[in-house]
């Protein structure tokens, strides 16, 4: 009988030498708010098989931080929010300089972490915006505070977000807009309870980089004063104006002067008949959006 013999092979699996780095972490974009859903729901998840390890005397505390959704280790320390003992990044979600505190019913900004750009706090319970909110976060590009109930701003509260260019205010109780920081390019107070004297005369005087400004389904009598030559889209239908004059879009003392930046202004819903003021759209290159008989 033949002796079987049996061969083997032992094969090595060798790793390539450079291998391709890790996908980097983009800054997420201004709307994407659909994607952060699910995010939010995993880290409340995460903290409640977190919590299991807490001692009931609350004295020893040892929670998983590699299941924590943050990319700085320093963001660790920060401090309990007002409204309950989670740190500001289990109660939301941290991610590249990105804070999302959306519909889980908090009445006060939380402590956010340093060098936060981002924050969006949409559907809260939010009644009031303190100065020192914001006096230690000075890097702050975009805030998001629609569908709250935000009734006060305290003087000064965005002085020092010299960084800020988006402010979303909309869907909440104002009755006067606060002191906007200089660099805003688009500010959103559509759908408070805005009147004409809650508006600075000088108010957006001297943003001269604000393009997109809205106002609509508010409370305001007439158009606000000094409207920038930056701005592109001025939204201010269903308010209670009234009337305009020559110089609310154009200079009644230059007919040769064009607007030639602004490309949309609605103020449909208003009791004003625009056909009444021709003159004072001589300046633009298209007519407001609104009721002309």
């Known amino acids: 009988m033949e002796t079987l013999q049996a061969t083997f092979f032992l094969f090595v699996f060798v790793p390539l030498v450079n291998p391709a780095p890790p996908l980097q972490q983009e800054s997420l974009q201004a709307y994407e708010y659909e994607t952060d859903v699910s995010m939010g729901s995993l ?45 500001t990044c289990l109660l939301c979600v941290c991610l590249s300089g990105s804070v999302y505190c959306e519909e889980i019913d908090i009445e006060a900004v939380p402590p956010l972490p340093k060098e936060t750009a981002y924050l969006y706090a949409r559907f809260n319970k939010i009644k009031r915006i303190a100065a020192s909110d914001f006096a230690d976060i ?32 909309a869907e909440n109780r104002l009755v006067k ?89 609605r103020m449909e819903g208003n009791p004003i008949v625009l056909a009444k003021h021709v003159n004072a759209f001589s300046c633009l290159r298209m007519l407001p959006v609104g009721t002309y008989y």
Request: glycine letters at 4%; charged letters at 25%; hydrophobic letters at 35%.
């Open 43 to 87: 880290t409340q998840q995460d903290y409640e098989m977190q919590s299991k390890d807490i001692r009931k005397d609350g004295t020893n505390i040892s929670l998983d931080t590699s299941l924590m959704l943050q990319s700085d280790d320093s963001q660790l320390d920060v401090p309990p929010t007002k409204d309950t003992n989670l740190p």
């Open 138 to 169: 000075t890097t702050l590009r975009r805030i998001d505070f629609s569908g709250n109930r935000i009734e006060e701003i305290e003087d000064g509260a965005f002085s020092k977000l010299l960084l800020l260019e988006e402010l979303s205010l």
């Open 177 to 265: 807009l606060p002191v906007l920081p200089p660099k805003l390019t688009t500010f959103n107070a559509n759908q408070n309870r805005i009147k004409s004297r809650g508006i600075k005369a000088n108010a957006f005087k001297k943003l001269t980089n604000l393009a997109y400004l809205y106002l609509g389904h508010n409370a305001l009598e007439s158009v606000p004063l000094n409207l920038p030559e930056s701005l592109r889209i001025l939204h201010l239908q269903y308010n209670n104006i009234t009337t305009i004059t020559d110089d609310t879009f154009c200079k009644s003392n230059n007919t040769r002067y064009i607007r030639t930046r602004m490309d949309e202004i």
